[in-house]
């Protein structure tokens, strides 16, 4: 023990030992979780520069986490996007996108009218009271969606690469262009997709959301969400909505899905084959009325003709491959719904049968 510390007292050594002990030598294998607030440099100066943006690094972890950073750019680079950013949950995500669309009191949002419920609601109540209006249309039925564009002039598109719950396809090319022409940007959440299904930023959409609480994450130990958009332009926005809203992803939610993404190949090819060997035994079952998706011959397939070969092919996978929900004969809501099955849902599901 130096001089120095032999003077200190013991309430002050048991706070600060262990703490403020450089890099190690050797790099470590996987991200580490930097569970640090705010970090610190050797002068007020340096951190006056990372602060003002002027050199790298990070200050404090509502504006950037090296933990955070790190599944951001993962999402960057696998989506293939410009800018990457993490927020605290899908819905923070989805509003940080919206708002980086600069949506102004009487701009129009054309929205897929089955998109996640709480979507919808955050349209109608929080971007409403600022006199953003919404209209929605079914995405499925793209003369639809060009005549409301159209007719409306919406700012933005929103829709859902696979919808929840009803798991239409969205056309996402076909979008995009129906969005080019109304000089609107096109949202797209690829929350039930995923970017080892689908990516839309290579189909035209201009920013891809995600709930990383789901597929991304994979385990149901974690919320978050991000958002990749194809262009720099938007960083100003997103990472504005981080550091002023708040609502940032912790670093152990980071830690989890960046954990979870390294298996969600492994997991959505057996998601798909799942979902295909019960959606097509629940076709036959007496109990069940109707299956949605999980089988080669869909509706939603008819949506993807107009889409080019390799697209198609991609889409098809996620149409036919991905998820199903079922409707009991009685004709009540879905009885199974929509996200992730995991291997207990689909044993309790067996139990059932
Ligand atoms: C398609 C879709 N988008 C967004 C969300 C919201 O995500 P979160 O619950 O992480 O806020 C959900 C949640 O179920 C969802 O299914």
Excluded at 182 to 188: D, E, F, K, S, V
Excluded at 305 to 314: N, T
Aim: hydrophobic residues 40%; neutral net charge.
């Amino acid at each position: 023990m130096t001089d120095e510390k032999q003077d200190l007292d013991i309430a002050t050594l048991l706070v600060h030992e262990g703490e403020r002990r450089g890099k190690p030598a050797a790099r470590s294998v996987s991200t580490p979780i930097y569970a640090s607030s705010t970090f610190t440099y050797d002068s007020m100066a340096e951190i006056d520069q990372v602060f003002a943006g002027e050199k790298p690094g990070y200050v404090y972890t509502r504006h950037g986490n090296p933990t955070v950073t790190a599944l951001e750019d993962a999402l960057r680079s696998v989506e293939g996007g410009a800018v990457s950013c993490a927020y605290s949950s899908g819905m923070a995500a989805i509003h940080a996108a919206l708002f980086a669309c600069e949506l102004t009191p009487g701009a129009t949002v054309l929205a897929s009218q089955d998109l996640y419920g709480a979507t919808t609601n955050l349209l109608l109540t929080v971007f409403g009271s600022f006199g953003i209006k919404t209209v929605t249309a079914d995405f499925s039925d793209l003369d639809e969606v060009r005549a409301k564009a159209s007719e409306t002039k919406p700012r933005v598109l929103i829709a859902e690469t696979i919808s929840n719950p009803l798991l239409k396809i969205c056309d996402i090319a076909a979008c995009a262009e129906i969005a080019r022409t109304a000089g609107a940007r096109l949202i797209i959440d690829n929350t039930f997709a995923s970017p080892y299904l689908c990516r839309p930023l290579e189909h035209g959409a201009d920013i891809v959301v995600h709930s990383a609480t789901k597929y991304l994450g994979g385990h149901g130990d974690a919320i978050g969400g991000v958002v990749i958009s194809r262009d720099e332009v938007d960083r100003a926005a997103l990472v504005g909505v981080m550091k002023l809203v708040g609502g940032v992803l912790s670093v152990w939610e980071a830690h989890e899905i960046l954990r979870g993404l390294k298996t969600l190949a492994l997991r959505m090819d057996r998601h798909c084959e799942n979902a295909g060997a019960l959606a097509a035994r629940m076709q036959n079952h007496s109990r069940v009325g109707r299956v949605y998706g999980g089988l080669p011959v869909h509706g939603c397939i008819a949506a993807l003709r107009a889409v080019d070969q390799s697209r198609r092919r991609l889409h098809q996978r996620a149409a036919s491959r991905y998820g199903f929900a079922s409707r009991p004969v009685t004709g009540a809501p879905p009885a199974v719904g929509n996200h992730g099955w995991t291997g207990s849902d689909l044993s309790r599901h067996r139990e059932r049968e």
